[in-house]
């Protein structure tokens, strides 16, 4: 199993920026993908970023992309989200998640079985 912790979260203008921070533990070694995933109010969760544990592969939602960028830190067993020109509609829940297994989809949250507890980004206008 591996636990994740979220920081980062906040209220910020449009605009504005804000880096989320993801600290895993446990079973490292049994990770393949580091997701970030976001719920807005009364919508479903839906992906937002992705990225490969060897850092090789990137992947983005659409209306991130650009703006958005995922890293990780082995070293630290870190992975980060920075969000820059942020928009109201970005306002979520944000949730980082661990995939351990290559097979199937690396941005459909029913692959990724460990979550962390969300931390809130509220973006105003």
């Known amino acids: 199993q591996v636990q994740l912790v979220e920081s980062g979260g906040g209220l910020v203008q449009a605009g504005g920026s804000l880096r989320l921070s993801c600290a895993a533990s446990?079973?490292?070694?049994?990770?393949?993908?580091m997701g970030w995933f976001r719920q807005p109010p009364g919508k479903e969760r839906e992906f937002v970023a992705a990225i490969r544990w060897s850092g090789d592969r990137r992947y983005y939602k659409n209306s991130v992309e650009g703006r958005f960028t995922i890293s990780r830190d082995n070293a630290k067993n870190t992975v980060s989200l920075q969000m820059n020109s942020l928009k109201p509609e970005d306002t979520a829940l944000y949730y980082c998640?661990?995939?351990?297994?290559?097979?199937?989809?690396?941005?459909?949250?029913?692959?990724?079985?460990?979550w962390g507890q969300g931390t809130q980004v509220t973006v105003s206008s």
């Open positions: 446990g079973r490292i070694f049994s990770v393949y993908v």
């Open positions: 998640a661990a995939k351990t297994y290559a097979p199937g989809s690396n941005i459909d949250p029913a692959m990724f079985g460990s």
